[in-house]
Protein backbone atom coordinates (compact mmCIF):
# COMPACT_ATOMS: atom_id res chain seq x y z
CA UNK A 1 0.00 0.00 0.00
CA UNK A 2 2.86 2.57 0.81
CA UNK A 3 4.43 1.12 -2.43
CA UNK A 4 1.38 2.14 -4.44
CA UNK A 5 0.69 5.57 -2.61
CA UNK A 6 4.12 6.60 -3.14
CA UNK A 7 3.67 5.52 -7.16
CA UNK A 8 0.67 7.46 -6.99
CA UNK A 9 2.39 10.70 -6.28
CA UNK A 10 5.12 10.27 -8.84
CA UNK A 11 1.73 10.14 -11.51
CA UNK A 12 1.29 13.71 -9.98
CA UNK A 13 4.92 14.84 -10.50
CA UNK A 14 5.19 17.28 -13.91
CA UNK A 15 7.38 14.49 -15.83
CA UNK A 16 6.40 15.73 -19.30
CA UNK A 17 6.11 11.77 -20.47
CA UNK A 18 5.17 11.03 -23.70
CA UNK A 19 3.57 14.41 -24.15
CA UNK A 20 2.04 14.82 -21.17
CA UNK A 21 2.39 17.41 -18.45
CA UNK A 22 2.09 14.11 -16.04
CA UNK A 23 1.01 10.38 -16.04
CA UNK A 24 -2.12 10.95 -14.34
CA UNK A 25 -5.52 12.27 -16.58
CA UNK A 26 -5.80 14.66 -14.15
CA UNK A 27 -3.25 15.03 -11.29
CA UNK A 28 -6.14 16.82 -9.02
CA UNK A 29 -7.74 13.86 -8.53
CA UNK A 30 -4.65 11.52 -8.54
CA UNK A 31 -4.07 13.52 -5.39
CA UNK A 32 -7.08 12.79 -3.67
CA UNK A 33 -6.81 9.25 -4.10
CA UNK A 34 -3.83 9.05 -2.66
CA UNK A 35 -4.91 11.08 0.08
CA UNK A 36 -7.73 8.39 0.43
CA UNK A 37 -4.90 5.63 -0.07
CA UNK A 38 -3.23 7.40 2.91
CA UNK A 39 -5.95 7.69 5.12
CA UNK A 40 -6.67 3.56 4.52
CA UNK A 41 -2.96 2.82 5.35
CA UNK A 42 -3.57 4.90 8.77
CA UNK A 43 -6.27 3.03 8.95
CA UNK A 44 -4.96 -0.23 8.80
CA UNK A 45 -1.69 0.41 10.96
CA UNK A 46 -3.73 1.74 13.82
CA UNK A 47 -5.83 -1.24 13.62
CA UNK A 48 -3.61 -3.42 13.61
CA UNK A 49 -1.41 -1.81 16.44
CA UNK A 50 -4.02 -1.71 18.91
CA UNK A 51 -6.26 -4.98 18.12
CA UNK A 52 -3.40 -6.89 18.79
CA UNK A 53 -3.93 -9.37 21.79
CA UNK A 54 -6.36 -11.79 21.65
CA UNK A 55 -9.04 -9.61 24.35
CA UNK A 56 -9.10 -6.36 21.78
CA UNK A 57 -9.50 -9.38 18.42
CA UNK A 58 -12.33 -10.95 20.37
CA UNK A 59 -14.11 -7.37 20.71
CA UNK A 60 -13.22 -6.26 17.43
CA UNK A 61 -14.77 -9.72 16.18
CA UNK A 62 -17.72 -8.76 18.07
CA UNK A 63 -18.08 -5.16 17.48
CA UNK A 64 -17.94 -6.19 13.55
CA UNK A 65 -20.47 -8.59 13.53
CA UNK A 66 -22.79 -6.55 15.60
CA UNK A 67 -22.64 -3.59 12.77
CA UNK A 68 -22.99 -6.01 10.06
CA UNK A 69 -26.16 -7.45 11.65
CA UNK A 70 -27.67 -3.84 12.25
CA UNK A 71 -26.90 -3.13 8.88
CA UNK A 72 -28.54 -6.57 7.62
CA UNK A 73 -31.88 -5.73 9.73
CA UNK A 74 -32.20 -2.17 8.37
CA UNK A 75 -32.33 -3.92 4.78
CA UNK A 76 -34.57 -6.10 6.23
CA UNK A 77 -36.59 -3.54 7.54
CA UNK A 78 -36.44 -1.66 4.22
CA UNK A 79 -37.58 -4.51 2.37
CA UNK A 80 -41.13 -4.60 4.78
CA UNK A 81 -41.56 -1.20 6.57
CA UNK A 82 -40.23 1.18 4.24
CA UNK A 83 -41.64 0.07 0.83
CA UNK A 84 -44.13 3.53 0.72
CA UNK A 85 -41.19 5.20 1.55
CA UNK A 86 -38.26 3.41 -0.26
CA UNK A 87 -39.12 1.98 -3.79
CA UNK A 88 -35.65 2.21 -4.98
CA UNK A 89 -34.56 -1.43 -3.49
CA UNK A 90 -32.79 -2.73 -0.35
CA UNK A 91 -29.79 -0.93 -0.02
CA UNK A 92 -29.53 -0.61 4.04
CA UNK A 93 -27.43 2.49 4.26
CA UNK A 94 -25.83 2.40 1.14
CA UNK A 95 -26.84 3.91 -2.07
CA UNK A 96 -26.03 0.82 -4.20
CA UNK A 97 -27.11 -2.75 -3.48
CA UNK A 98 -24.04 -4.39 -4.10
CA UNK A 99 -21.88 -2.56 -1.77
CA UNK A 100 -24.99 -3.54 0.68
CA UNK A 101 -24.33 -7.29 0.06
CA UNK A 102 -20.50 -7.15 0.15
CA UNK A 103 -20.55 -5.57 3.44
CA UNK A 104 -22.90 -7.96 4.61
CA UNK A 105 -20.61 -10.85 2.96
CA UNK A 106 -17.39 -9.98 4.99
CA UNK A 107 -19.61 -10.58 8.26
CA UNK A 108 -20.97 -13.66 7.03
CA UNK A 109 -17.75 -15.14 6.42
CA UNK A 110 -16.22 -13.86 10.29
CA UNK A 111 -19.52 -15.39 11.94
CA UNK A 112 -19.30 -18.61 9.43
CA UNK A 113 -16.11 -19.64 10.71
CA UNK A 114 -16.87 -19.00 14.08
CA UNK A 115 -19.31 -21.89 13.64
CA UNK A 116 -16.88 -23.94 11.82
CA UNK A 117 -13.88 -23.62 14.16
CA UNK A 118 -16.05 -24.87 17.18
CA UNK A 119 -14.89 -21.55 18.98
CA UNK A 120 -17.89 -21.30 21.33
CA UNK A 121 -20.46 -23.07 23.57
CA UNK A 122 -23.60 -24.53 22.26
CA UNK A 123 -25.78 -21.28 23.13
CA UNK A 124 -23.01 -18.78 21.34
CA UNK A 125 -22.97 -21.10 18.27
CA UNK A 126 -26.98 -20.38 17.97
CA UNK A 127 -26.21 -16.73 18.26
CA UNK A 128 -23.58 -16.77 15.04
CA UNK A 129 -25.78 -19.49 13.13
CA UNK A 130 -28.46 -16.50 13.20
CA UNK A 131 -26.34 -14.31 12.72
CA UNK A 132 -25.13 -15.46 9.68
CA UNK A 133 -29.35 -16.20 8.92
CA UNK A 134 -30.62 -12.48 9.34
CA UNK A 135 -27.13 -11.45 7.20
CA UNK A 136 -28.42 -14.03 4.28
CA UNK A 137 -31.41 -12.52 4.73
CA UNK A 138 -30.30 -8.75 4.09
CA UNK A 139 -27.64 -10.35 1.06
CA UNK A 140 -30.95 -12.01 -0.37
CA UNK A 141 -32.91 -9.24 -0.73
CA UNK A 142 -30.24 -6.81 -2.55
CA UNK A 143 -30.17 -9.53 -5.23
CA UNK A 144 -27.04 -8.88 -5.89
CA UNK A 145 -25.80 -11.54 -7.92
CA UNK A 146 -21.98 -10.42 -7.49
CA UNK A 147 -23.04 -10.77 -3.43
CA UNK A 148 -24.43 -14.84 -3.97
CA UNK A 149 -21.31 -15.59 -6.02
CA UNK A 150 -18.91 -14.36 -3.19
CA UNK A 151 -21.41 -15.88 -0.45
CA UNK A 152 -21.13 -19.36 -2.52
CA UNK A 153 -16.79 -18.48 -2.88
CA UNK A 154 -17.00 -18.61 1.20
CA UNK A 155 -18.71 -21.33 1.74
CA UNK A 156 -16.34 -23.64 -0.98
CA UNK A 157 -13.00 -21.86 1.23
CA UNK A 158 -14.37 -23.00 4.24
CA UNK A 159 -14.90 -26.25 2.99
CA UNK A 160 -11.80 -26.43 1.62
CA UNK A 161 -10.69 -25.22 4.74
CA UNK A 162 -12.24 -27.63 6.64
CA UNK A 163 -10.73 -30.71 4.47
CA UNK A 164 -6.88 -29.70 4.90
CA UNK A 165 -7.32 -29.10 9.32
CA UNK A 166 -9.44 -32.40 9.79
CA UNK A 167 -8.11 -35.30 11.35
CA UNK A 168 -4.87 -35.66 13.16
CA UNK A 169 -1.79 -37.63 13.42
CA UNK A 170 -2.95 -40.31 15.55
CA UNK A 171 -6.18 -40.94 13.82
CA UNK A 172 -6.21 -44.02 11.23
CA UNK A 173 -6.45 -42.87 7.45
CA UNK A 174 -10.13 -44.08 6.94
CA UNK A 175 -11.26 -42.57 10.49
CA UNK A 176 -8.98 -39.33 9.52
CA UNK A 177 -11.07 -39.15 5.97
CA UNK A 178 -14.86 -39.86 7.69
CA UNK A 179 -14.33 -36.65 9.59
CA UNK A 180 -12.57 -34.74 6.57
CA UNK A 181 -15.94 -35.87 4.83
CA UNK A 182 -18.11 -35.22 7.81
CA UNK A 183 -16.71 -31.48 7.91
CA UNK A 184 -16.92 -30.60 4.39
CA UNK A 185 -21.00 -32.21 4.03
CA UNK A 186 -21.34 -29.81 7.59
CA UNK A 187 -19.50 -26.58 5.99
CA UNK A 188 -21.37 -26.65 2.65
CA UNK A 189 -24.77 -27.70 4.71
CA UNK A 190 -24.41 -24.65 6.32
CA UNK A 191 -24.24 -22.36 3.41
CA UNK A 192 -27.23 -24.32 1.33
CA UNK A 193 -29.24 -24.32 5.36
CA UNK A 194 -28.44 -20.75 5.92
CA UNK A 195 -29.42 -19.60 2.12
CA UNK A 196 -32.34 -21.45 1.79
CA UNK A 197 -33.59 -20.11 4.92
CA UNK A 198 -33.82 -16.71 4.16
CA UNK A 199 -34.91 -17.01 0.90
CA UNK A 200 -37.47 -18.76 2.21
CA UNK A 201 -38.24 -16.17 5.29
CA UNK A 202 -37.87 -13.06 3.03
CA UNK A 203 -38.87 -14.10 -0.61
CA UNK A 204 -35.90 -14.61 -3.85
CA UNK A 205 -38.33 -12.64 -7.15
CA UNK A 206 -35.88 -10.04 -7.26
CA UNK A 207 -32.62 -12.13 -7.16
CA UNK A 208 -34.14 -14.64 -9.18
CA UNK A 209 -35.17 -11.89 -11.61
CA UNK A 210 -31.79 -10.43 -11.84
CA UNK A 211 -30.26 -14.09 -13.21
CA UNK A 212 -32.84 -13.86 -15.34
CA UNK A 213 -31.39 -10.76 -17.01
CA UNK A 214 -27.99 -11.61 -16.26
CA UNK A 215 -27.32 -11.47 -20.47
CA UNK A 216 -28.94 -8.12 -20.99
CA UNK A 217 -26.13 -7.18 -18.85
CA UNK A 218 -23.67 -7.99 -21.93
CA UNK A 219 -26.10 -6.57 -24.44
CA UNK A 220 -27.05 -3.43 -25.64
CA UNK A 221 -30.16 -3.45 -22.98
CA UNK A 222 -29.98 -2.00 -19.91
CA UNK A 223 -31.45 -3.24 -16.50
CA UNK A 224 -34.54 -1.12 -15.16
CA UNK A 225 -32.07 -0.06 -12.21
CA UNK A 226 -28.70 -0.09 -13.46
CA UNK A 227 -27.84 2.93 -15.67
CA UNK A 228 -24.97 1.53 -16.98
CA UNK A 229 -23.67 -1.36 -19.26
CA UNK A 230 -20.72 -3.65 -17.83
CA UNK A 231 -20.10 -5.08 -21.26
CA UNK A 232 -19.62 -1.43 -22.06
CA UNK A 233 -17.57 -0.14 -19.59
CA UNK A 234 -15.22 -3.55 -19.18
CA UNK A 235 -14.71 -3.09 -22.87
CA UNK A 236 -13.26 0.71 -22.51
CA UNK A 237 -11.67 -0.32 -19.59
CA UNK A 238 -9.41 -3.19 -21.76
CA UNK A 239 -8.70 -0.38 -24.53
CA UNK A 240 -7.36 2.48 -21.72
CA UNK A 241 -4.81 -0.81 -20.26
CA UNK A 242 -3.96 -2.15 -23.22
CA UNK A 243 -2.71 1.88 -24.78
CA UNK A 244 -0.97 2.51 -20.92
CA UNK A 245 -0.27 -0.84 -19.60
CA UNK A 246 2.67 0.21 -17.96
CA UNK A 247 1.75 3.02 -16.42
CA UNK A 248 -2.06 3.46 -16.25
CA UNK A 249 -4.17 6.88 -16.53
CA UNK A 250 -3.68 7.86 -13.18
CA UNK A 251 -4.77 6.98 -9.43
CA UNK A 252 -8.47 8.29 -9.33
CA UNK A 253 -8.39 9.52 -13.29
CA UNK A 254 -10.34 6.91 -14.35
CA UNK A 255 -13.84 8.68 -15.30
CA UNK A 256 -11.52 11.86 -16.93
CA UNK A 257 -9.55 8.78 -19.25
CA UNK A 258 -12.98 7.01 -19.77
CA UNK A 259 -14.32 9.69 -21.65
CA UNK A 260 -12.14 9.41 -24.45
CA UNK A 261 -13.07 5.58 -24.60
CA UNK A 262 -16.64 6.21 -24.00
CA UNK A 263 -18.79 3.89 -26.64
CA UNK A 264 -22.00 5.42 -25.21
CA UNK A 265 -21.11 9.12 -26.65
CA UNK A 266 -21.57 10.49 -22.74
CA UNK A 267 -24.76 9.26 -22.33
CA UNK A 268 -23.59 6.89 -19.52
CA UNK A 269 -22.14 8.90 -16.40
CA UNK A 270 -19.04 5.97 -15.44
CA UNK A 271 -16.63 6.80 -12.34
CA UNK A 272 -15.48 3.24 -11.76
CA UNK A 273 -14.54 0.21 -13.61
CA UNK A 274 -16.98 -2.02 -11.96
CA UNK A 275 -14.04 -3.85 -11.39
CA UNK A 276 -11.66 -3.51 -9.08
CA UNK A 277 -9.10 -5.78 -11.18
CA UNK A 278 -9.76 -3.75 -13.89
CA UNK A 279 -9.33 -0.20 -12.14
CA UNK A 280 -6.08 -1.12 -10.60
CA UNK A 281 -5.06 -2.14 -14.27
CA UNK A 282 -6.48 0.90 -15.89
CA UNK A 283 -5.19 3.59 -13.08
CA UNK A 284 -1.95 2.15 -12.45
CA UNK A 285 -1.22 -0.35 -15.07
CA UNK A 286 0.89 -3.14 -14.68
CA UNK A 287 3.31 -1.18 -11.32
CA UNK A 288 -0.24 -1.04 -9.63
CA UNK A 289 -1.07 -5.26 -10.69
CA UNK A 290 2.07 -6.21 -9.65
CA UNK A 291 1.89 -4.45 -6.12
CA UNK A 292 -1.82 -5.32 -5.84
CA UNK A 293 -0.96 -9.30 -6.25
CA UNK A 294 1.26 -9.19 -3.84
CA UNK A 295 -0.74 -7.55 -1.48
CA UNK A 296 -3.01 -10.36 -1.82
CA UNK A 297 -0.36 -12.74 -1.72
CA UNK A 298 0.70 -11.40 1.86
CA UNK A 299 -2.20 -11.65 3.00
CA UNK A 300 -2.90 -15.02 2.27
CA UNK A 301 0.43 -16.56 3.07
CA UNK A 302 -0.11 -15.17 6.33
CA UNK A 303 -3.68 -16.11 6.60
CA UNK A 304 -3.74 -19.85 5.78
CA UNK A 305 -0.38 -19.75 8.53
CA UNK A 306 -2.43 -17.55 11.84
CA UNK A 307 -5.27 -20.28 10.41
CA UNK A 308 -3.08 -23.64 10.94
CA UNK A 309 -3.04 -22.38 14.89
CA UNK A 310 -4.39 -24.90 17.19
CA UNK A 311 -5.92 -22.80 18.99
CA UNK A 312 -10.04 -22.46 18.25
CA UNK A 313 -11.16 -19.00 19.35
CA UNK A 314 -7.33 -17.44 17.40
CA UNK A 315 -8.13 -20.23 14.32
CA UNK A 316 -11.76 -18.90 14.26
CA UNK A 317 -10.59 -15.11 13.95
CA UNK A 318 -8.26 -15.76 11.26
CA UNK A 319 -10.03 -18.12 9.22
CA UNK A 320 -13.03 -15.63 9.52
CA UNK A 321 -11.32 -12.68 8.81
CA UNK A 322 -9.78 -14.90 5.91
CA UNK A 323 -13.29 -16.09 4.59
CA UNK A 324 -14.46 -12.42 4.54
CA UNK A 325 -11.67 -11.77 2.40
CA UNK A 326 -12.09 -14.21 0.03
CA UNK A 327 -15.70 -12.88 -0.36
CA UNK A 328 -14.64 -9.23 -1.03
CA UNK A 329 -11.90 -10.63 -3.31
CA UNK A 330 -14.12 -12.85 -5.22
CA UNK A 331 -17.27 -9.83 -5.41
CA UNK A 332 -14.44 -7.39 -6.26
CA UNK A 333 -14.39 -9.42 -9.95
CA UNK A 334 -17.67 -7.93 -11.17
CA UNK A 335 -17.98 -4.55 -8.55
CA UNK A 336 -15.51 -1.94 -7.00
CA UNK A 337 -16.38 -2.81 -3.51
CA UNK A 338 -12.62 -1.52 -2.54
CA UNK A 339 -13.63 2.00 -4.30
CA UNK A 340 -15.89 2.43 -0.98
CA UNK A 341 -14.48 3.69 1.73
CA UNK A 342 -16.45 1.67 4.37
CA UNK A 343 -16.35 -1.43 2.46
CA UNK A 344 -12.28 -1.25 1.98
CA UNK A 345 -11.69 0.02 6.07
CA UNK A 346 -13.74 -3.15 6.28
CA UNK A 347 -11.53 -5.46 4.16
CA UNK A 348 -8.62 -3.75 5.89
CA UNK A 349 -9.38 -4.80 9.54
CA UNK A 350 -10.13 -7.91 8.41
CA UNK A 351 -6.73 -8.31 7.04
CA UNK A 352 -5.08 -7.06 10.26
CA UNK A 353 -7.42 -9.80 12.49
CA UNK A 354 -6.33 -12.43 9.40
CA UNK A 355 -2.53 -11.68 9.86
CA UNK A 356 -2.15 -10.95 13.39
CA UNK A 357 1.48 -10.81 14.95
CA UNK A 358 4.25 -13.60 14.37
CA UNK A 359 4.49 -16.19 17.09
CA UNK A 360 8.19 -14.68 17.49
CA UNK A 361 6.31 -11.66 18.98
CA UNK A 362 4.43 -13.35 21.23
CA UNK A 363 7.24 -14.75 22.89
CA UNK A 364 8.83 -11.65 23.10
CA UNK A 365 5.91 -10.30 24.73
CA UNK A 366 5.63 -13.67 27.41
CA UNK A 367 9.29 -13.34 28.05
CA UNK A 368 9.30 -9.69 28.79
CA UNK A 369 6.20 -10.67 31.13
CA UNK A 370 8.44 -13.39 32.61
CA UNK A 371 11.45 -11.00 33.33
CA UNK A 372 8.51 -8.78 35.01
CA UNK A 373 7.69 -11.59 36.95
CA UNK A 374 10.87 -12.43 38.19
CA UNK A 375 12.32 -9.24 39.23
CA UNK A 376 8.95 -9.09 41.34
CA UNK A 377 9.91 -12.28 43.06
CA UNK A 378 13.19 -10.26 43.72
CA UNK A 379 11.41 -7.02 44.87
CA UNK A 380 9.69 -9.30 47.22
CA UNK A 381 11.81 -11.54 48.87
CA UNK A 382 14.07 -8.32 49.51
CA UNK A 383 10.91 -6.96 51.19
CA UNK A 384 10.66 -10.24 53.68
CA UNK A 385 14.85 -10.01 54.10
CA UNK A 386 14.64 -6.88 55.44
CA UNK A 387 11.68 -7.24 57.79
CA UNK A 388 14.28 -10.43 59.41
CA UNK A 389 11.64 -12.92 57.89
CA UNK A 390 11.88 -15.70 55.32
CA UNK A 391 10.01 -15.37 52.71
CA UNK A 392 9.46 -19.28 52.70
Not at 91 to 115: D, K, T, W
Not at 149 to 162: G, P, R, S
Request: positive net charge; hydrophobic residues 50%.
Amino acid sequence: MLLLLAYGVLQMLPLGIGGKSSISFDPYLTMQACIKLLASIVFFAMFATFISDDEHRKGAVKVILGVCIVIALIGVGQNYVGRALWRRGVFGPFVNRNHFAGFLEMGIGLASAAIVARSAKIEMMAVHACGVLIMCAGLVLSASRGGIMALAAQFVFLAIMALTTAGSKSESGGRSKVRAFVRVAGVLGLGVGVTMIAILLVGSERLVANFAQAQDTFTAELLNNERYNRRDIWGAAWEMIKQHPVTGVGLGAFQVAYTQYDPSSGTQRVEQAHSDYLQILSDAGIIGGVLAALFLAILFYRGFKAAATQDRHRKAIALGALTGCVGIVVHSLVDFNLQVTSNAQLFLALAALATPRRERSGGLVRRRRTSHSKKRSLEEEEEWSGAGVSPR
